[in-house]
């Protein structure tokens, strides 16, 4: 058995967020797409519903070697290799997501924020680092980086914390809030969410529009224009989808944007980015004239 077995059949095109958009330069597709399948890859090993755990661990460690160069076991480790050899860019940042991919085998329970946001510190800022080291950005984007990165992986957990329950039996939802709300991971498991449910989801998209806050800057870090708008387009859409995960049950209401409502809030986002970039080019050429 390999991670080509275990394949989910998902693409990047199915994601809540862009990856590797049009806006992303030509040049620098290829490889982030590389870093997407090689993920996607990971990720299906380790959500799958009838595999073995030491199976899943054994096809992780394979990628693990394969990517470090030391077995070619792993086809979508050595297409990402090749690439970051060529680039002369880092495997770290892919052997940081092989960690939180395993960790989704053997840990199925977060006892608070703390443990989660370590969790995505693997499963999510390495995701944000590569695409940034891609296009030679500075690492002081990396804490705004991390910031918008872990937002949009506490969302996906909030949005698919039933599914996460009853197929895999894994909770990313903190324990203690859980405890703090008067309730307990068998209400995951209900048709729909009950009042204290539903408090503990609002508290956890408010700690994730905290996040949000961090990252509100990000774009304006990032040298390559289009990089920047991408950025601020995801922003956007992960803004939106922190508010409606404080007014929507997620077990049985709809969360995820309808591809109208996406439209609109990309346009948005990215004319945010374009006219700040222009605001400050215009104060430099100001300050500039008087020097």
Same mark, same amino acid.
């Given at each position: 058995?390999?991670?080509?077995?275990?394949?989910?059949? @998902?693409?990047?095109?199915?994601?809540?967020?862009?990856? &590797?958009?049009?806006?992303?330069?030509?040049?620098?597709?290829?490889?982030?797409?590389?870093?997407?399948?090689?993920?996607?890859?990971?990720?299906?090993?380790?959500?799958?519903?009838?595999?073995?755990?030491?199976? @899943?661990?054994?096809?992780?460690?394979?990628?693990?070697?394969?990517?470090?160069?030391?077995?070619?076991?792993?086809?979508?480790?050595?297409?990402?290799?090749?690439?970051?050899?060529?680039? *002369?860019?880092?495997?770290?940042?892919?052997?940081?997501? #092989?960690?939180?991919?395993?960790?989704?085998?053997? @840990?199925?329970?977060?006892?608070?924020?703390?443990?989660?946001?370590?969790?995505?510190?693997?499963?999510?800022?390495?995701?944000?680092?590569?695409?940034?080291?891609?296009?030679?950005?500075?690492?002081?984007?990396?804490? &705004?980086?991390? &910031?918008?990165?872990?937002?949009?992986?506490?969302?996906?957990?909030?949005?698919?914390?039933?599914?996460?329950?009853?197929?895999?039996?894994?909770?990313?939802?903190? #324990?203690?809030?859980?405890?703090?709300?008067?309730?307990?991971?068998?209400?995951?498991?209900?048709?729909? &969410?009950?009042?204290?449910?539903?408090?503990?989801?609002?508290?956890?998209?408010?700690?994730?529009?905290?996040?949000?806050?961090?990252?509100?800057?990000?774009?304006?870090?990032?040298?390559?224009?289009?990089?920047?708008?991408?950025?601020?387009?995801?922003?956007?859409?992960?803004? *939106?989808?922190?508010?409606?995960?404080?007014?929507?049950?997620?077990?049985?209401?709809?969360?995820?944007?309808?591809?109208?409502?996406?439209? #609109?809030?990309?346009?948005?986002?990215?004319?945010?980015?374009?006219?700040?970039?222009?605001?400050?080019?215009?104060?430099?050429?100001?300050?500039?004239?008087?020097?």
């Amino acid at each position: 058995m390999d991670a080509a077995t275990l394949s989910s059949g @998902k693409g990047h095109r199915h994601e809540n967020f862009p990856v &590797a958009s049009l806006l992303i330069r030509k040049t620098h597709r290829p490889v982030i797409l590389a870093f997407y399948r090689f993920a996607r890859a990971a990720d299906d090993v380790a959500d799958h519903a009838s595999a073995a755990p030491n199976e @899943k661990l054994r096809i992780l460690e394979f990628m693990w070697r394969s990517l470090r160069g030391e077995s070619a076991d792993s086809n979508e480790a050595i297409a990402l290799r090749r690439y970051l050899l060529d680039r *002369n860019l880092s495997a770290q940042h892919g052997l940081d997501l #092989l960690e939180a991919f395993r960790r989704d085998v053997t @840990k199925l329970r977060y006892r608070n924020w703390n443990e989660l946001m370590d969790y995505c510190s693997y499963s999510a800022a390495s995701v944000g680092r590569f695409v940034l080291d891609v296009h030679g950005e500075a690492r002081t984007t990396w804490p &705004a980086s991390d &910031a918008l990165c872990s937002a949009l992986q506490v969302i996906n957990h909030l949005q698919d914390c039933g599914k996460d329950y009853s197929m895999l039996n894994r909770i990313y939802l903190p #324990l203690e809030v859980l405890h703090e709300t008067g309730t307990d991971v068998a209400s995951l498991g209900a048709p729909c &969410a009950s009042p204290q449910l539903r408090e503990t989801i609002s508290r956890l998209a408010r700690r994730t529009q905290d996040l949000l806050e961090q990252s509100r800057a990000f774009a304006g870090q990032i040298r390559d224009r289009r990089l920047a708008l991408e950025v601020g387009i995801i922003q956007r859409l992960a803004e *939106n989808l922190a508010e409606r995960l404080r007014a929507r049950d997620p077990l049985s209401e709809r969360v995820h944007h309808r591809l109208p409502e996406t439209l #609109l809030l990309a346009l948005a986002g990215g004319a945010g980015v374009l006219s700040n970039r222009f605001r400050t080019r215009s104060l430099q050429r100001a300050v500039a004239s008087t020097a």
